[in-house]
């Protein structure tokens, strides 16, 4: 029931011209599917920070894209705001002091610890950057074009290891797949970015004040070593 309720919050829509009036649903872009399964998986701050989003006094549709499309949506008008990580590489927009943290971790089949082999071969979505890993073995990095390709692989056994958000990894129910015991190798801080305009000002305002912090609608010059490109 509590899950039918927070998706309940959420409008359906497809793609169209975004409404920029005070009363319309504010359309946010991003590419995970925030679904029933999504929420059950999700770690405590990410389920707060979408059920917050969702449950604004104007509506939110969420809609699906790649990232690379991140900008041409914007500025095409097919959506109001994106979630992403780096707010200071799209143009004349607002971000929330409020942020949500996704950390990247190494994966391995089960029964094996690629800790230890001579060689490892790690698959990782291309856009991200290699993180240094403390393996003993030399590592060949493949260049991935998603999260289901990598567990499809990793699980085939054509690769050794792959690099993942646990809350999408575990929603592959792959009871095969383990996390290594390793710290975090990607720390990723989500903002919700908006276009410039008077209504998503007050909109990122209020959804700020729910998440108990103020003073939105600046960009933030953060830690660069956690600007990557928000893709997984």
Request: charged content about 20%; hydrophobic content about 45%.
């Amino acid at each position: 029931m509590r899950a039918a309720l927070f998706f309940g919050l959420f409008i359906v829509s497809g793609l169209g011209i975004s409404g920029a009036n005070a009363n319309d649903a504010v359309r946010v872009a991003s590419n995970i599917v925030f679904d029933t399964k999504w929420n059950q998986h999700a770690l405590p701050g990410q389920r707060r920070f979408i059920t917050l989003l969702g449950a604004q006094q104007r509506p939110v549709a969420f809609d699906v894209f790649p990232y690379n499309r991140f900008r041409d949506a914007l500025d095409a008008g097919l959506t109001d705001c994106i979630l992403a990580s780096d707010p200071a590489r799209f143009e004349d927009t607002i971000a929330s002091e409020s942020k949500v943290r996704f950390e990247l971790r190494v994966f391995q089949r089960i029964g094996a610890d690629i800790r230890t082999l001579p060689q490892v071969d790690i698959g990782i979505l291309a856009n991200l950057p290699r993180p240094s890993l403390s393996l003993r073995g030399e590592i060949v990095w493949h260049d991935l074009g998603s999260l289901e390709q990598a567990v499809d692989l990793l699980a085939a056994g054509r690769l050794t290891g792959i690099i993942g958000d646990s809350t999408n990894i575990r929603m592959f129910g792959r009871a095969d797949i383990i996390q290594v015991d390793l710290p975090p190798v990607i720390t990723v801080d989500i903002s919700l970015i908006c276009r410039n305009t008077e209504p998503l000002r007050e909109f990122l305002s209020a959804f700020d004040s729910s998440m108990g912090v103020y003073d939105s609608g600046q960009v933030p010059h953060g830690d660069l070593r956690q600007m990557v490109d928000y893709a997984w």
